[in-house]
């Protein structure tokens, strides 16, 4: 009885398929979670010192706030400014907000934000009553004294934010996650 070459064909057509297969998925699956998922990017100011150093690449977290979920205070974002760069800062007012800005210090609900993160003092400035429109937050840069923000441009509409900073991966011995700042005695409000 001849022997039939079918079986052997089959295999033959199972293989290429996983070896052009497993690649192209691979490789689709790559480029959909950088483009709609995550994405790195690279600190050329310092601006956002001591909590993100010039020449630090961070991981950003697209859409973090897409449905019901939005911005809460402390957390660093990533946003697209009208020349179109994208700019990262830390969000320090919420929507429907008043607050007074004096310096770089935030006075809200009859104290003073606790900011551990800030690189120095902020410099005295006069103060500056501060309100934040609905569908917008008011952004800061850590190194108050050296970052343009908020207090230059005016509150950043929450269309303009690509998204969440979520950790620091290069250098590898500076890695580090980004978890919710505590406010007011506790309250991450």
């Known amino acids: 009885m001849p022997r039939s070459d079918e079986p052997t064909r089959t295999r033959r057509h199972v293989r290429v398929a996983v070896r052009v297969g497993v690649p192209v998925v691979f490789a689709f699956s790559l480029w959909y979670v950088f483009t ?25 977290r697209l859409h973090d706030y897409n449905g019901d979920d939005s911005p809460r205070r402390g957390d660093i974002i990533v946003f697209t ?30 104290q003073w934000l606790r900011e551990p993160y800030l690189k120095e003092q902020p410099e005295l400035a006069p103060p500056v009553l501060v309100a934040v429109p609905e569908g917008s937050v008011y952004v800061m840069g850590d190194n108050r004294n050296f970052s343009e923000d908020s207090r230059d441009a005016g509150p950043l509409p929450l269309d303009q934010i690509m998204g969440r900073v979520t950790r620091v991966v290069w250098p590898l011995n500076q890695m580090r996650s980004f978890g919710r700042v505590q406010y007011l005695g506790g309250s991450d409000s």
Do not use: C, Q
Request: proline letters at 4%; charged letters at 20%; hydrophobic letters at 40%.
């Open 36 to 60: 709609h998922v995550i994405r790195l990017g690279y600190i050329i100011s310092g601006s956002m010192e001591p909590t993100l150093k010039i020449g630090e690449y961070y991981t950003v």
């Open 81 to 110: 400014a009208a020349d179109g760069e994208p700019y990262v800062k830390r969000v320090v007012g919420l929507g429907g907000e008043r607050f007074l800005v004096v310096g770089g210090n935030v006075w809200l609900d009859g």
